[in-house]
Structure formats: structure tokens, C-alpha cells
Nanobody
Framework: QLQLVESGGGSVQPGGSLRLSCAAS????????ISWFRQAPGKQRELVAD???????NYADSVKGRFTISRDSAKNTVSLQMNGLKPEDTAVYYC????????WGQGTQVTVSS
């Protein structure tokens, strides 16, 4: 059974930080490229960051310098450290991996407001 489960979402004040985690079961994350997406109500889902099996990272311009994607092989997880959060970052965040087809986690809500 291949499964992705996100956690770590919550509510913070502007300028705050959150660390999201994507835990994998049924496969080893190290072998694949992993992506974080987000989707706000009424908006299209957008790519936030990804990390390849070779360790290369990529970020959307809107989060570059504030977010960091990383892999923890021992825990079989991929994290998204989010610093300097803005109200515009409010969304449901999903992790995704492609193994023959796309596998998505259920998402974790991030809300940034005063």
C-alpha cells in the first residue's frame, strides 16, 4: 500500500513559521522526486517546491528564500520548512509523488492571518 500523509499545518500570525511533514508508507521516498503543492479556495493548485532523488531542489518564486524542502531518509519523510509566512500562503498543502501514476496526500491546512 502506497500512502502519503501530510502533517504540521495550523494557524499562525504573519511572519510566523510552520514545518510541514510528508510521511510515506509502502515505498522509500529516497528513490523518487517529491513535490509540495498548495491550493487556496477558488484558486488553482500550484507547485510550491520539489526535491529530486538526486537532492536538487526547486521553489516557486513566491516562496523562494522563505521555504526550504528537505528529505529525512531515516524517517522516510520530506519536510517543508516555512518561514516568514504571509497571508497569501494560506492554503491546503499537499505532497505528491509519481510512481506510474500520481499519489497525493490528503493535505494539511495552513492559515496565516491576524
Amino acid at each position: 500500500q502506497l500512502q502519503l500523509v501530510e502533517s504540521g499545518g495550523g494557524s499562525v500570525q504573519p511572519g510566523g513559521s510552520l514545518r510541514l511533514s510528508c510521511a510515506a508508507s509502502g515505498f522509500t521516498l529516497d528513490y523518487y522526486d517529491i513535490s509540495w503543492f498548495r491550493q487556496a479556495p477558488g484558486k488553482q493548485r500550484e507547485l510550491v517546491a520539489d526535491i529530486t532523488s538526486r537532492g536538487r531542489t526547486n521553489y516557486a518564486d513566491s516562496v523562494k528564500g522563505r521555504f526550504t524542502i528537505s528529505r529525512d531518509s531515516a524517517k522516510n519523510t520530506v519536510s517543508l520548512q516555512m518561514n516568514g509566512l504571509k497571508p497569501e500562503d494560506t492554503a491546503v498543502y499537499y505532497c505528491k509523488i509519481t510512481i506510474l501514476s500520481d499519489y497525493w496526500g490528503q493535505g494539511t491546512q495552513v492559515t496565516v492571518s491576524s
